[in-house]
């Protein structure tokens, strides 16, 4: 199991605003936390203590909308964090978290950050700084969802779910060019589409040698095809 230390350290090396972690108190009292792939880590009305950092892995954040379908928002890899929102205001959560593979995050519970970094500077810089991506990105993701093409949703679901990184996520089963898909129902849901339509457009990119679907894998042929049909945008 890698030590909390081991992981604050390379933390810091994914992102110089991580100097906060550095902290004796910080250290002290965080949480080494793995979760197994697939798993449902936080749902909309539940208070979440703290703030978690994805050190390895890859987590996928829906919503539920009011006809009751999910929509997808986007993706986070290391050293992604969860909680930033609702670190210093007892916010509720509004979204579905989920890991997509086995993931391992470092936990700073609600009473480290009252106690010892609520006046850091260095912790609220880095509050500003999440805060101002994820009101990005969820722009970036209602202009996909609004706007694009189907096949372009596609596209940048597969590419967010599979792309290579820079960090340790880009280790995980060693296929960066390879997914197992979900329920493809479910796949259509995130991203707006029809079932029927979505199976005619993956029949259409396996003719065209862009993907090939055995089973419940789907291998990426031609990635730079991919980011041409994807319009340079991805669910992150």
């Known amino acids: 199991m890698t030590d909390k ?35 449902i880590f936080l749902k909309p009305d539940e208070y979440i203590d703290g703030i978690y950092i994805l ?11 009011p006809n009751g379908k999910s929509l997808l928002l986007r993706f986070s890899n290391p ?8 670190a210093l205001h007892p916010f509720k959560v509004r979204t579905y978290v989920e890991t997509v593979y086995e993931s391992t995050l470092l936990h700073v519970p609600k009473i480290v ?43 940048s679901y597969i590419l967010s779910v599979s792309d290579e990184r820079p960090y340790f996520s880009d280790k995980i089963e060693g296929k960066s060019n390879e997914l197992e898909t979900e329920y493809l129902i479910e796949i259509a849901e995130l991203i707006g589409t029809s079932y ?28 730079q095809m991919l980011m041409e049909l994807s319009e340079g945008n991805l669910y992150e």
């Open 79 to 86: 050293p992604g964090v969860l909680g930033d929102i609702e």
């Open 55 to 65: 050190y390895s892995g890859k987590v996928k954040i829906s919503m539920l909308q």
């Open 196 to 223: 029927r339509h979505l199976s005619r457009i993956l029949r259409e990119w396996q003719k065209d040698e862009i993907i090939r679907k055995e089973g419940r894998h789907i291998s990426i042929i031609n990635r």
């Open 5 to 39: 230390k081991t992981v604050v350290d390379q933390l810091q090396q994914m992102n110089d605003k991580f100097r906060f972690l550095s902290k004796a108190e910080v250290i002290d009292n965080s949480h080494i936390i793995n979760i197994d792939k697939k798993t």
């Open 113 to 155: 950050i009252n106690a010892y970094l609520k006046e850091d500077i260095d912790f609220l810089h880095f509050i500003i700084e999440q805060l101002s991506y994820k009101l990005y990105s969820i722009s970036v993701a209602s202009g996909m969802n609004q706007n694009n093409t189907a096949k372009a949703r596609l596209a």
